[in-house]
């Protein structure tokens, strides 16, 4: 999985606790990124990151937060979570700085499948 | 925004055919295009990417077209075994560029004996 790991890898929750989930990788790419992945919509961006403490949203926001504070990390968290939040949730890198130029090839990780009851 | 479709049907096929898959966009003209493979429980993994100027690219047995006109790419595996039985996902560059990815839902395919 290209260095990239993920944690937990299972967690079951109750609706209303928070919830941090993390991504650490071992490549040095620049970008990080957050998807949920739903039977029926595929692969969903939340949120990305283009540095350390640079991010942005993607389509499904509501409800999330991340942080980076050091190139490798990457946290996702949900303040409160809500049934509608159970999902499998994949982190994504891409773009090795060693690169000069790149087409976004992402590299993800292995997966946290993610239950509020 | 663009919009992306798969054919969410299985694709069913007996090992060592061809097997074809579609991924068709619409709204914009991105300026590439990328290929994944999904196993269950395990995330995507990156397969191909094909430029715009580009009509066909190959790697070993699988072949993707690009054809901006349709606006249509065509992933094929020749000679399919039972190992390459996966969900295939396509995803396109946001218009304009950046490094947002949008992926279709994927299409699965079965390789039979």
């Known amino acids: 999985d290209a260095g990239i790991t993920q944690s937990p890898r299972h967690k079951v929750t109750e609706t209303g606790t928070p919830v941090t989930l993390r991504c650490h990788q071992t490549?040095?790419?620049?970008?990080m990124y957050w998807y949920r992945q739903d039977p029926g919509h595929g692969l969903r961006l939340i949120h990305y990151?283009?540095?350390?403490?640079?991010?942005d949203k993607g389509e499904v926001s509501d409800g999330y937060s991340v942080s980076r504070s050091k190139t490798e990390d990457f946290l996702l968290t949900l303040e409160s979570a809500t049934s509608s939040q159970t999902s499998v949730y994949f982190c994504?890198?891409?773009?090795?700085?060693?690169?000069?130029?790149?087409?976004?090839?992402?590299?993800f990780g292995p997966g946290t499948r993610l239950t509020v009851l | 925004s663009q919009k992306i479709e798969q054919n969410s049907e299985a694709l069913n096929i007996q090992e060592g055919k061809t097997a074809t898959l579609t991924c068709n966009y619409t709204?914009?003209?991105?300026?590439?295009l990328q290929w994944y493979r999904q196993d269950p429980g395990r995330g995507p993994v990156f397969l191909l990417l094909?430029?715009?100027?580009?009509k066909e690219k190959r790697k070993e047995r699988l072949k993707v077209t690009f054809d901006t006109t349709l606006k249509q790419s065509l992933f094929h595996i020749t000679a399919s075994q039972p190992a390459d039985s996966a969900t295939y996902l396509c995803?396109?560059?946001?218009?304009?560029?950046?490094?947002?990815?949008?992926f279709g839902t994927g299409t699965q395919l079965k390789v039979e004996l």
């Open positions: 490549e040095n790419h620049r970008y």
């Open positions: 995803a396109l560059p946001p218009e304009g560029g950046g490094n947002k990815l949008t």
């Open positions: 094909i430029r715009e100027n580009e």
């Open positions: 709204n914009y003209s991105p300026a590439y």
């Open positions: 994504a890198i891409s773009e090795s700085i060693h690169l000069a130029v790149s087409y976004n090839e992402q590299f």
């Open positions: 990151s283009y540095g350390v403490k640079d991010t």
